[in-house]
């Protein structure tokens, strides 16, 4: 048997600051659908999310609150981070946070192993610093400000002041990597996607790189320097490595050489740093790069960047409170071209909802197992001869499985779920052409209903399948309805890419009465 490919998904750990938010939650569930999908192949996935609880952010943060950093982050990863994996149904294997052990344990290590090769030297540092992006900021993100910050330097992400900042740190020499990666870039076009995203990284790497300050002297709150206590490792130093020390780093070689590489999942404003910083980092260490680099887009409402400080953000359990966690998984994944900007909308939700999810879907799955129910007893039908509307079906499951799966290994969750939906949109056609309760009606054409009840039947089958890692509550009802637990095996186990494989299910198999997917909302005007 052919070893399983590995795949090693990640989301960014995420600031303990403050509360998730829908732009959080988006990124969550990107990267759940394709660590499900790819689990359901049978590639050996891994995927990791966590929290990032070291930095001047959270220090200033926990003692605006009157408690210790630690104390607060602890009280934010139990009462809002962890539960949001849950409210949203994320699959991860693994979360990792920046003040578990094993993660300072392989900070440590790595910044040693650094500090012996020569790769990191003291010198001193003044620049602008945005506490917010927790970066001495780049040129190109400095700008003046305006209204009440008028006459000071503000970040162009954040629209706050900057810091001005002098201290005696340690730097990495970043400097040094700057061939390396311009011809990582041309060498491994993939390397960093979008298009638009690798674009941007090459034109900032083109203008030359400065070494980077990795340490901070005027506050302790973070991973000491192995070899001066005195300073505390710089934040995204610190935090990036979360994806090594995870998996073993220094601790674990078995597990570190199964996982690495890894593929990121990243918001586009920290691009930068995991594909420039991070894998000149790794270079330096003698590890191997990431497979893969992928900035997805914005969340956008009003046409700005969610921000809770302009009451921007939006909770996840105002969606899921309402439409449930499958709309919001689905929505966000569907409506959104990934890799790109995207607004959301309370309307464009509730009409999705309605005319994709529970019209589309929902509808179908109802219509075909109660007429199964109504016509054969409930069991799946035996088919007779195939004509070319039955043919076609077939065909069609077969080819969206295969180019579902072609989107799913370029990132393209939108196209792969658009994909998918075809096969939606032709079973509601070929019901409303071959109108069975009509064939019912003739006993003379029992054998053609039970054709076109068991083709529209196995086409649930194979929806159920390449929809689960998208929306995985409704179609674990759909599966139990179709008795395919019984006859098949759980949904989880089968595999996805066979999914468009016709006959399947097999003919007899007792069938259950299925619960409304998508219930009707009353939605309040939002």
């Known amino acids: 048997m052919a070893k399983p490919s590995p795949f090693f998904i990640t989301t960014p750990i995420f600031y303990v600051n403050d509360a998730p938010h829908i732009g959080h939650a988006y990124t969550e569930v990107a990267a759940d659908v394709l660590a499900r999908w790819h689990r359901q192949a049978g590639d050996d996935t891994w995927f990791l999310t966590g929290t990032d609880e070291h930095g001047q952010k959270i220090l200033r943060t926990a003692t605006a609150n009157g408690v210790a950093p630690k104390e607060w982050a602890d009280r934010l990863v139990e009462s809002s981070w962890k539960p949001l994996l849950d409210l949203i149904d994320i699959s991860n294997d693994d979360f990792i946070r920046t003040t578990d052990a094993r993660h300072e344990a392989g900070v440590a290590k ?295 799966d072609e989107r799913i290994g370029a990132f393209a969750v939108h196209e792969a779920i658009a994909a998918i939906w075809e096969l939606v949109d032709a079973l509601n056609g070929y019901i409303t052409e071959q109108e069975p309760w009509a064939l019912a009606k003739d006993p003379a054409q029992r054998d053609r209903l039970a054709t076109v009840l068991a083709t529209a039947t196995e086409g649930l089958r194979a929806l159920a399948q390449l929809l689960a890692p998208v929306v995985p509550v409704a179609t674990a009802k759909l599966w139990t309805a179709l008795g395919a637990d019984e006859a098949l095996g759980s949904l989880s186990a089968q595999p996805i890419r066979e999914a468009g494989s016709w006959g399947r299910l097999p003919a007899g198999t007792p069938q259950q009465k299925l619960d409304v997917l998508f219930p009707r909302i009353e939605t309040d005007g939002k």
């Open 110 to 404: 790595f910044l040693q192993k650094l500090y012996d090769e020569d790769h990191i030297y003291a010198g001193e540092f003044e620049a602008l610093y945005c506490v917010g992006c927790e970066e001495f900021k780049p040129k190109s993100e400095i700008v003046d400000g305006t209204g009440e910050f008028e006459g000071q330097k503000v970040c162009a992400i954040h629209s706050k002041p900057l810091e001005l900042l002098q201290e005696k740190n340690y730097f990495f020499k970043m400097s040094a990597f700057q061939d390396r990666l311009l011809a990582l870039y041309e060498e491994r076009p993939d390397f960093v996607q979008p298009a638009s995203a690798r674009n941007e990284v090459i034109a900032f790497v083109q203008q030359g790189l400065e070494d980077l300050s990795i340490s901070r002297s005027s506050f302790d709150w973070g991973i000491p320097i192995p070899w001066d206590s005195s300073h505390v490792t710089y934040v995204w130093f610190d935090a990036l490595l979360n994806y090594v020390t995870a998996i073993g780093y220094g601790e674990d070689d078995e597990q570190f050489q199964r996982r690495w590489p890894a593929n990121h999942l990243v918001g586009k404003d920290i691009l930068r740093f995991h594909a420039v910083i991070w894998p000149a980092m790794l270079m330096a260490a003698g590890l191997e790069v990431p497979d893969h680099v992928f900035a997805h887009g914005w969340l956008l409402v009003g046409g700005e960047k969610m921000s809770k400080s302009k009451l921007t953000g939006i909770a996840p359990n105002e969606i899921t409170d309402t439409f449930g966690s499958d709309a919001f998984r689905y929505y966000f994944m569907r409506a959104i071209s990934f890799g790109q900007d995207g607004s959301f909308s309370w309307e464009d939700l509730a009409a999705r909802y309605q005319a994709e999810l529970a019209n589309g879907f929902g509808n179908l799955a109802s219509r075909v197992l109660a007429m199964n129910a109504k016509y054969f007893e409930g069991v799946m039908p035996q088919a007779a001869d195939e004509t070319a509307a039955d043919a076609a079906i077939r065909e069609l499951a077969a080819s969206v499985a295969s180019r579902a």
